[in-house]
């Protein structure tokens, strides 16, 4: 709270300069115009309101997020018109576009250009052996690989973490091995057993000479990482910054850096829903017992999590990764038979959201079973349609949801999909010990994801996110047994109980149409 209350205390004097700007200019204007400003200002808007609308209605997208901007500016033109400006047009995250094309260009073109043939290579000879087993699949990473640029490579070792916890002590012994860098990169850092035992590693090996640099969301870590925190790691030697600081009102406020990523010398990568804070490995409780998952990889997807990492680090940071250490990979000397990988992230700078498709993709493909892990539940028109297509068709959907919730207006929001969702089919659990924080997906015995991408808005289109789809890897049936144990401690919801009266089916419409806001 003590952190929270100094941010506020930062940025309220900021936003005070500003509104006092705007009140100065605009009284200045409407002076010059005699008193009509205002009346200019309607009739602006008011166009502006229809442009607008207009725009939303061609363009392609979520029917559900386009219907939020349309009630909001034919409902206020003025106030609607500027929220739009600022908040829902994906052009005002320009800035951090740009920055981000900087770095991934000079990445490709300096950094990584040896290895570009043999990582074309490897993509093409990977996609063409799940091709021969199953085209459509095949297809679908093809078209995933194309639009984030990242390739499908042979699977080295892959481990299931069934809580955080038992990731905890891995990545301790990984970090302590570390010989020339370590690049960390999530949503939240707090102090507490599981971030001070890494920073105490992290100490250690930058006295060794070990590049470490560390990179959080500055509104996810808001009310538990500050300035003080960066100025402790910079003086151990630890090169730590904020991903888009909350210092103004900016557009890009909605575009956060959710990913959760730890590379240790481009050998070893770790990732998944856990966070680096205590209730993530059930250190403390917050919400009943803390259910999420992740998993560690060896081989060549460690790289594309290198290059993640880096892309961001050298779009934002002064200090940029030096190409020494970029170029010095490992050769992959033994014969991998352990499946395929694609490590990827989204992005709300690019046109088509990933996660979003690749989710509709699997549920139209699927021929026996879906199963998803997620804590929070607001689905555009699209992914929500290919749920209960494929439950009517008689697919095994299944979704396993918190039974504590920690967010009520959003866990509400999340139920009132149930009833449509249970009618179709869809088989819905809630984990009755405590708070679902997994994010991941598996089908049919032969492909699953992991990651950090919540089937809500905000992670489907709002956030940077990171995932991995594994194909025919032991990852698999790890993921299948734990989400069968899982099961067993849930609470499996029905139409009966999942229905509300006519008010709160109203409160529940309500809640739709603001969902992309939550």
Same mark, same amino acid.
């Given at each position: 709270m003590k952190k929270i209350i100094g941010r506020i205390l930062i940025v309220l004097p900021a936003i005070a300069l500003q509104v006092a700007w705007y009140v100065m200019l605009f009284t200045f204007i409407n002076s010059e115009l005699n008193g009509y400003l205002s009346d200019i200002f309607t009739v602006l808007f008011t166009l502006l309101a229809v442009v607008f609308v207009v725009y939303l209605v061609s363009k392609r997208g979520e029917s559900s997020y386009k219907l939020l901007w349309t009630i909001a500016i034919m409902a206020l033109p003025i106030l609607g018109s500027i929220l739009y400006l600022t908040l829902g047009n994906q052009k005002t995250g320009n800035t951090l576009k740009r920055k981000l094309q900087r770095s991934s260009k000079?990445?490709?073109?300096?950094?990584?250009?040896?290895?570009?043939?043999?990582?074309?290579?490897?993509?093409?000879?990977?996609?063409?052996?799940?091709?021969?087993?199953?085209?459509?699949?095949?297809?679908?990473?093809?078209? &995933?690989?194309?639009?984030?640029?990242? !390739?499908?490579?042979?699977?080295?070792?892959?481990?299931?973490?069934?809580?955080?916890?038992?990731?905890?002590?891995?990545?301790?012994?990984?970090?302590?091995?570390?010989?020339?860098?370590?690049?960390?990169?999530?949503?939240?850092?707090?102090?507490?057993?599981?971030?001070?035992?890494?920073?105490?590693?992290?100490?250690?090996?930058?006295?060794?000479?070990?590049?470490?640099?560390?990179?959080?969301?500055?509104?996810?870590?808001?009310?538990?990482?500050?300035?003080?925190?960066?100025?402790?790691?910079?003086?151990?030697?630890?090169?730590?910054?904020?991903?888009?600081?909350?210092?103004?009102?900016?557009?890009?406020?909605?575009?956060?850096?959710?990913?959760?990523?730890?590379?240790?010398?481009?050998?070893?990568?770790?990732?998944?829903?856990?966070? &680096?804070?205590?209730?993530?490995?059930?250190?403390?409780?917050?919400?009943?017992?803390?259910?999420?998952?992740?998993?560690?990889?060896?081989?060549?997807?460690?790289?594309?999590?290198?290059?993640?990492?880096?892309?961001?680090?050298?779009?934002?940071?002064?200090?940029?990764?030096?190409?020494? &250490?970029?170029?010095?990979?490992? !050769?992959?000397?033994?014969?991998?038979?352990?499946?395929?990988?694609?490590?990827?992230?989204?992005?709300?700078?690019?046109?088509?959201?990933?996660?979003?498709?690749?989710?509709?993709?699997?549920?139209?493909?699927?021929?026996d079973y879906v199963w998803f892990y997620t804590p929070y539940l607001m689905l555009g028109d699209t992914l929500f349609d290919a749920f209960i297509r494929a439950a009517q068709r008689g697919v095994d959907v299944r979704i396993i949801m918190p039974g504590i919730p920690d967010k009520k207006m959003v866990y509400r929001l999340g139920r009132s999909y149930y009833p449509e969702l249970l009618k179709a089919g869809v088989k819905i659990y809630e984990y009755t010990p405590g708070f679902v924080h997994a994010k991941a997906f598996l089908s049919d015995d032969k492909v699953c994801g992991i990651g950090t991408v919540n089937l809500d808005y905000r992670s489907l289109f709002l956030h940077f996110e990171c995932s991995s789809v594994f194909y025919k890897a032991d990852i698999i049936e790890d993921l299948k047994k734990d989400y069968l144990e899982t099961l067993t401690s849930c609470r499996q919801r029905t139409v009966e109980d999942a229905t509300h009266g006519f008010f709160g089916r109203i409160l529940d419409s309500l809640l739709r149409i603001i969902a992309p806001l939550l």
């Open positions: 000079k990445l490709i073109s300096e950094s990584f250009e040896e290895d570009e043939s043999d990582g074309k290579i490897q993509n093409r000879k990977s996609l063409e052996a799940i091709r021969s087993e199953d085209l459509r699949l095949g297809q679908t990473l093809q078209h &995933l690989s194309t639009s984030t640029y990242f !390739p499908v490579v042979p699977n080295g070792t892959s481990k299931y973490y069934p809580f955080g916890e038992d990731m905890f002590k891995d990545m301790l012994d990984d970090l302590k091995k570390a010989e020339r860098y370590i690049y960390i990169e999530y949503f939240i850092i707090q102090s507490g057993l599981f971030w001070d035992s890494i920073t105490s590693i992290l100490e250690l090996k930058a006295g060794e000479g070990v590049d470490v640099r560390v990179m959080y969301d500055d509104l996810g870590s808001i009310g538990t990482y500050s300035v003080k925190d960066i100025n402790s790691l910079r003086s151990r030697g630890i090169k730590c910054i904020a991903f888009n600081p909350f210092l103004f009102v900016k557009s890009q406020l909605n575009n956060r850096d959710h990913r959760k990523i730890m590379v240790i010398d481009g050998k070893v990568a770790y990732s998944g829903g856990v966070n &680096l804070a205590d209730e993530y490995i059930n250190e403390k409780e917050v919400y009943g017992k803390w259910k999420d998952i992740g998993f560690r990889l060896t081989g060549p997807a460690v790289r594309s999590y290198t290059y993640m990492f880096a892309e961001f680090w050298n779009a934002f940071a002064i200090e940029k990764i030096p190409d020494s &250490l970029l170029l010095i990979n490992d !050769p992959v000397t033994e014969e991998l038979n352990n499946g395929y990988v694609l490590p990827f992230y989204d992005s709300p700078m690019r046109s088509e959201p990933a996660s979003n498709t690749l989710f509709t993709e699997i549920l139209s493909m699927a021929t």
